[in-house]
């Protein structure tokens, strides 16, 4: 069996401003009604593969195990960073955790966010690479390049290496990301690859590989794993061990370091979806180089993206060139083609002017579903809330402010002191400052209610917790 260890972390700048990081690019429909995060897990299953094992941070657990189940995807288990520390700690958190079970277990280390359209192709060239990683070699994955791109590193092949083979070949060394001339010189040499970024071994190959070069981070991560906490299925590294490892990625780490690599061409078509030109190329251009969402239009346009994230808000390219426009009911994004690389310059720029914009999402994601602001005044706060079925808010209460609570979508069984009843579509309740209160879905569809709040402070820090399925303080 192989095991799929999806790394599931990410800042979420390059794709702004749909992808933030607080909901970075892997949950989000880029592509299709899945998630990237889905795709990834639904194409690493069936036969031959074991459930997979996630690596993510705490922000991110509940998205992680919601987009699953909508998968019909079960998890082996769920690791929790306490820090991102780059992939080189993740990936080791990961073996050791497999490997209490069986050091010879074979993993495949993949990001979430990548698009890999033909599955099959994908499992075939996996399969290919297994003898060499059952022989202990540590096989990286190389996508046949077919444009001299600068935003990926590049993987040289040894002289007598085939670039088209269907076996792992012999790695010459690692290169980082080209600027154009280097990019395409590399192209026309024909003995380079791009770095997926994806790698199959045995958990105890790698360890061993992390024994050799990487001492330190080998004995911070047992640490962190040994001294890690178990609750509602997720298994939460220890923060004091953790920190002490290097913040430093795999390549770096262990692979430029290793005798024992193989590399294992693969020509069928990918991305890491590494900006909105990406996805531009990815979504498929029509007969005018145009990408638009269902709420955008173009009109005299060439080679340009336009989507809107929003219903209800169009958005319309007239006489546009290699533009990318996106639209969201906070934030737009305007730019040339050529520069799709400096969105996280736009990011930076937003955090030093403190705006929110920069890592939150208009929508903010919770376990029991998610909630976002409608209006915001001096004194009061209109929310749209969403609860699935089944799911409960915390029992709690505020200091600051009192709600009023009015259902429009489905059943809501609601708690106010000792008090517990339910509303349906139209009634509503009103929640007085100070009162311990609680809001449940005993139903089988999505409740959806609109909540107004009104007080002198409407923080989301404001909050006592008496009692929380979802085990937060």
């Not at 370091?257 to 498929?284: F, Q, R, T």
Request: aromatic share 8%.
């Amino acid at each position: 069996m192989i095991h799929p260890v999806l790394l599931c972390g990410g800042s979420g700048t390059r794709l702004w401003p749909l992808s933030r990081k607080s909901y970075p690019k892997q949950f989000a429909r880029l592509m299709g009604e899945e998630s990237l995060f889905q795709a990834s897990a639904r194409r690493l299953s069936g036969d031959g593969f074991a459930a997979p094992l996630i690596v993510t941070g705490d922000p991110f657990r509940f998205i992680v195990t919601e987009q699953l189940a909508q998968a019909q995807q079960a998890p082996q288990g769920i690791l929790i960073e306490p820090e991102g520390r780059n992939t080189a700690p993740a990936v080791l958190a990961a073996a050791l955790w497999l490997a209490k079970q069986d050091a010879d277990a074979l993993m495949l280390v993949a990001p979430s966010d990548h698009v890999i359209p033909d599955a099959d192709a994908f499992r075939a060239t996996i399969a290919a690479a297994t003898p060499r990683a059952q022989a202990g070699d540590l096989v990286t994955f190389g996508i046949t390049p077919d444009r001299p791109e600068t935003g990926y590193g590049y993987l040289e092949l040894a002289p007598g290496a085939d670039t088209a083979a269907n076996t792992p070949q012999t790695l010459a060394r690692f290169v980082e990301k080209p600027d154009e001339a280097r990019a395409q010189d590399m192209l026309d040499a024909g003995n380079f690859l791009w770095n997926a970024g994806i790698f199959l071994f045995t958990a105890g190959a790698v360890i061993d590989a992390y024994r050799t070069h990487a001492p330190a981070m080998l004995d911070a991560v047992a640490a962190a794993l040994e001294d890690a906490d178990c609750d509602l299925g997720f298994t939460r590294l220890s923060a004091d061990p953790w920190a002490k490892a290097d913040d430093i990625s795999i390549d770096y780490a262990i692979m430029e370091k290793a005798g024992n690599l193989a590399v294992m061409p693969y020509a069928s078509g990918w991305s890491d979806l590494g900006g909105w030109d990406a996805v531009w190329l990815e979504s498929g251009p029509d007969d005018q180089g145009n990408v638009c969402s269902d709420h955008a239009t173009a009109i005299s346009c060439e080679d340009t993206l336009l989507r809107s994230e929003t219903p209800g808000l169009e958005l319309v390219g007239i006489g546009l060139t290699d533009i990318i426009a996106i639209a969201m009911n906070d934030a737009v994004l305007v730019a040339h083609k050529s520069q799709a690389q400096r969105v996280k310059e736009a990011v930076s720029a937003l955090k030093a002017r403190g705006a929110s914009q920069a890592v939150q999402l208009p929508r903010d994601y919770r376990p029991w579903g998610w909630y976002e602001s409608l209006a915001i005044g001096g004194r009061f706060q209109v929310k749209r809330i969403v609860v699935n079925p089944g799911a409960a808010l915390s029992l709690q209460s505020h200091h600051h402010r009192s709600e009023h609570w009015i259902v429009v979508e489905g059943t809501a069984r609601v708690t106010v002191g000792e008090k517990v009843r339910l509303l349906s579509e139209n009634q509503s309740v009103y929640i007085p400052l100070g009162a311990v209160h609680r809001m449940e879905n005993p139903g089988k569809l999505p409740m959806v209610l609109i909540e107004v709040q009104t007080g002198s402070y409407l923080g989301e820090d404001d909050i006592i917790r008496y009692e929380d399925v979802y085990a937060r303080g």
